[in-house]
């Protein structure tokens, strides 16, 4: 018997191998084609013209896509690669090899719609008995955009901006009109004096200038229009609506998880049993404000009524408690620390007053945002006035309704059932993030704009939740899809 096996790397075939008996039978790849082979691509296709030549399948495209993603490949010339060198990539596009500025395209032009594909992916897992989608848990996590944080500017720098480019074309112009005075039609250039600039780097130039001028012009026009929807002054300073980045207007300096400041975007999830529900992108810099957007989304995809919603103190407000209220929605969601007066304040209701732990009183002075502001009238000469506050009195607002629902929200998840569910909190989102971000590698945005974003943020989700179904067909080969 030979020593070593037989080596033959020129070996011809009578009939070419079908690529998928080159790869294991259970790889991953099946289970992405035979999902996609049965959804609905109507919302993709229709992106599509009739004019012009044949375009890839939009089908081996996405699987694709969907094989990149949950390997953590995104840079669409590695995907590119990928299809020339990996048999699961040839496969699932039918060996064909579109460049990478075809699925870059892909990606940034004909996923507007992806949401309607991956709500088909949720009735599957709902289907498999995969998910509750009566009952979940939303989060936000910051992912840094493709933009530097240098690039951000607000109206000053904008008008001082376009003050320097202004010049720049004015400049311009009246050195070609001394040439002109000069020169006439002849081509004075070549006797032109040393000090003169070179006509070429000089129209090149002025070209740039009109460009950087002109994105300057939409940029102010779009803080002035942040500005006008702004519904108070307060509105008004947010840094979202003050400023603007100009590589990545639709993104906003928020700050990360490591305490740094970057150009990103705030991705919000809703998950049930870590398989994702809906998801969708904003550039606030807190999450307060998502929760009724993320409802909506979740029951507009799961066509399935919230009875439960669990979330971080991030998410709770006197508005969105009462939104839930409203809704019929049981919420569990710890109120934040600062959601009520100082307790060294006891209240006088009858005075409608504080008292200090001094004896000092605060009296009622005017509403402020729904809240009533107290002010100290007591306060000259108290021993602990530099350690109250830094004014010449103390005061501070209360919200009593806000207080109200605080207090009953505490009692609710000191019980038993309300820590038993919030805790349910930790393992059903939380993981979904650490997938997304350290298993898949999705730590900043590849595209620009939102609409190409959350095409970007759509995609690592459907991985994840093609993951999580090809997990629980090799855990029960019977329920293979």
Not at 131 to 154: E, F, P, Q, R, Y
Not at 160 to 187: P, S, T
Not at 315 to 340: A, D, H, M, T, V
């Amino acid at each position: 018997m030979p020593k070593f096996k037989t080596y033959q790397q020129n070996q011809s075939y009578l009939l070419p191998p079908s690529l998928a008996d080159c790869l294991p039978k259970d790889h991953i790849c099946f289970v992405i084609n035979n999902i996609v082979d049965g959804l609905d691509l109507a919302p993709v296709e229709k992106t599509y013209s009739n004019i012009g030549a044949s375009a890839y399948p939009p089908g081996a495209l996405i699987k694709v896509l969907f094989l990149a993603y949950i390997q953590g490949i995104r840079s669409s010339r590695k995907i590119e690669a990928k299809l020339c060198q990996d048999i699961a990539f040839r496969f699932l596009a039918g060996n064909a090899t579109p460049d990478h500025g075809t699925i870059n395209l892909f990606r940034k032009s004909h996923l507007a719609n992806l949401k309607e594909i991956f709500a088909q992916m949720i009735a599957l897992a709902d289907g498999m008995g995969m998910v509750d989608l009566s009952d979940i848990s939303i989060d936000g996590t910051k992912i840094k955009a493709n933009a530097g944080k240098n690039n951000t500017v607000n109206l000053k720098q904008i008008d001082d901006y376009k003050k320097y480019f202004e010049k720049v074309m004015w400049e311009a112009d009246k050195i070609d009109e001394e040439e002109d005075k000069k020169f006439g039609n002849g081509r004075g250039y070549d006797a032109m004096p040393a000090h003169l600039v070179d006509p070429k780097q000089r129209q090149k130039a002025l070209e740039s200038a009109k460009r950087k001028l002109e994105k300057l012009r939409e940029a102010e026009t779009r803080i002035k229009e942040k500005q006008e929807k702004a519904q108070s002054k307060e509105d008004k300073k947010f840094r979202k609506n003050s400023t603007i980045n100009l590589t990545d207007p639709d993104a906003n300096l928020l700050k990360m998880k490591d305490e740094t400041f970057k150009v990103g975007y705030n991705a919000q999830i809703a998950a049930s049993k870590q398989f994702i529900t809906a998801y969708d992108l904003n550039n606030d810099p807190t999450d307060t404000r998502s929760l009724p957007d993320m409802v909506r989304a979740t029951e507009e995809n799961t066509k399935t009524k919230i009875k439960i919603l669990k979330a971080d103190a991030g998410y709770f407000s006197k508005g969105n408690i009462e939104y839930l209220e409203s809704k019929n929605i049981n919420g569990y969601i710890p109120p934040q620390k600062n959601s009520s007066a100082n307790n060294d304040f006891k209240y006088d209701q009858a005075k409608d007053e504080f008292v200090c732990s001094q004896g000092k009183r605060l009296v009622f002075k005017k509403m402020d945002r729904g809240a009533k502001q107290y002010w100290g009238v007591e306060c000259d000469g108290c021993p602990k006035l530099a350690e109250c506050t830094k004014m010449k009195r103390k005061s501070f607002n209360y919200d009593f309704e806000l207080a109200r629902v605080s207090n009953e929200m505490r009692q609710k998840l000191e019980t038993q059932k309300g820590k038993s569910k919030y805790n349910e909190r930790m393992a059903e989102i939380e993981p979904v993030f650490g997938d997304i971000k350290h298993n898949r590698g999705f730590v900043s945005f590849l595209c620009r704009g939102k609409a190409a974003a959350l095409a970007e943020l759509g995609l690592a989700c459907a991985a994840h939740n093609l993951v999580k179904i090809f997990l629980r067909i090799q855990s029960q080969p019977a329920m293979a899809y």
